[in-house]
């Protein structure tokens, strides 16, 4: 989810973030996020990031503030609107591993004098 705060006739942009402790609660953070010029975002909106990077600035007193920025995103909204208008075809998949573990009777096993190395 973005924040925006206005500052200065500025926008500014923050991603929340979120994590939860060992005793239950949540704790919540905030990045620096910024876009390409005259992209607006409302506050509070959610986007998916298709294209960005990590990079960062130092500071007047000279520490480094790392932020988020995105070459290229699409509005959830956007995103939930479009993917009703494909045709989903649901594939299945073979899993190559899915016996993977299972234990082996000898009744489904059978060695050939080919089988053995002697």
Known sequence: MIFTKEYNGKKYYKIGLSRKLQNGEYENGYVDIRFKQDVEI???ERIYLKNAFLTFYNSKD???IP???VMDFERIADT???SKE?????QDV???FADLGREVTLDEVE???EDLPF
Do not use: P, S
């Open 86 to 90: 494909k045709d989903v075809v649901k």
């Open 67 to 69: 932020y988020i920025f």
């Open 42 to 44: 409302h506050n509070k």
């Open 94 to 96: 073979k899993d190559d």
């Open 62 to 64: 000279k520490a480094t």
């Open 80 to 82: 939930i609107e479009h």
């Open 111 to 113: 060695i050939t004098d």
